[in-house]
């Protein structure tokens, strides 16, 4: 499924170098280096954390399982809710919501549908949600952008692994059989340093911000059909309103999600 992307492409990746260095019959152990690792890695972990708050940075580790395992939720789904809700507007009232909101397990909605029972203005319930929109934003930017930056250090961090190998081979020029794995190491961390910022760090910020923009047009989706709801809107008029959101081949109408859902398509 989507959420393995991540995952699939670094693996292939991977693959794509492994095979490379097969076919020209080189040997793959050569190109394996702890020292580099940790120097490149730990290196660029390092001197990220220097630019960024410790609340932030708590938020990384579950940042990076997310960008692998995350599933964004469905829009149409969201939807599919919020139709049923002013179905049940419509004919009962706003009151009688109360008691179908202790099944929502998306909290966002809750609070707003919450609202609404309880007679808050529009605005005020619009104002409310778009705080618990900026919120997020707020929560995930600085996990991307501590991602997107070791992605920035780590070819850094192999150049200085490089230029440090570089300068202790030169400094024992006494054994010219040790020149050329001296090089070899010495330009093994360069590689690491490139490797992990394009196939490790920079995707996984992609993925992360890719998945924040899903996140929030989700929560846009969300928002406006709460008010829709609160301003009456039938279930065929929400329908229509939300669906603008959605991709075209994502758009079935009031009337097929209200069969899905067994409801009736004349309840607009």
């Known amino acids: 499924g989507a959420r393995m992307t991540t995952i699939l492409g670094i693996v292939i990746a991977l693959i794509s170098i492994v095979v490379a260095t097969v076919m020209d019959g080189n040997s793959f152990?050569?190109?394996?280096?702890?020292?580099?690792?940790?120097?490149?890695?730990?290196?660029?972990?390092?001197?990220?954390?220097s630019g960024y708050q410790m609340g932030d940075i708590k938020r990384v580790?579950?940042?990076?399982?997310?960008s692998m395992t995350g599933?964004?939720?469905?829009?149409?789904?969201?939807?599919?809710?919020?139709?049923?809700?002013?179905e049940l507007a419509r004919k009962e009232?706003?009151?009688?919501?109360?008691?179908?909101?202790?099944?929502l397990e998306d909290e966002f909605m809750k609070a707003g549908l919450q609202q609404i029972v309880d007679g808050v203005?529009?605005?005020?319930?619009?104002?409310?949600?778009?705080?618990?929109?900026?919120?997020l934003d707020e929560r995930h930017q600085p996990v991307i952008a501590f991602v997107k930056t070791?992605?920035?250090?780590?070819?850094?961090?192999?150049?200085?692994?490089?230029?440090?190998?570089?300068?202790?081979?030169?400094?024992?020029?006494?054994?010219?059989?040790?020149?050329?794995?001296?090089?070899?190491?010495?330009?093994l961390t360069t590689l690491y340093g490139v490797i992990f910022a394009n196939l490790v760090f920079l995707p996984i910020a992609a993925k992360l911000a890719r998945l924040h923009e899903l996140e929030v047009v989700y929560r846009e989706i969300v928002m406006d059909g709460i008010l829709a709801v609160q301003a009456g809107a039938s279930p065929r008029m929400l329908v229509e309103r939300l669906e603008s959101y959605l991709q075209p081949a994502a758009r079935v109408g009031h009337q097929e999600r209200s069969k899905r859902s067994g409801g009736?398509?004349?309840?607009?």
Not at 159 to 174: D, E, K, R
Not at 264 to 268: D, E, L, Q, V
Request: no cysteine; charged share 15%.
């Open 61 to 66: 580790p579950k940042g990076i399982i997310i």
């Open 150 to 187: 070791m992605g920035g250090y780590a070819p850094t961090m192999g150049m200085i692994g490089t230029v440090v190998g570089l300068i202790n081979m030169l400094g024992n020029l006494s054994d010219p059989a040790q020149l050329g794995l001296g090089m070899s190491v010495a330009l």
């Open 71 to 86: 599933k964004e939720e469905d829009p149409g789904d969201a939807v599919d809710t919020l139709m049923s809700f002013a």
């Open 264 to 268: 009736s398509a004349a309840a607009a």
């Open 29 to 49: 152990g050569a190109l394996i280096g702890p020292s580099s690792l940790v120097l490149v890695v730990v290196g660029s972990v390092g001197v990220s954390l």
């Open 121 to 135: 203005d529009a605005d005020a319930v619009r104002d409310t949600l778009e705080i618990e929109l900026n919120s």
């Open 93 to 103: 009232g706003v009151l009688a919501l109360e008691a179908k909101l202790e099944d």
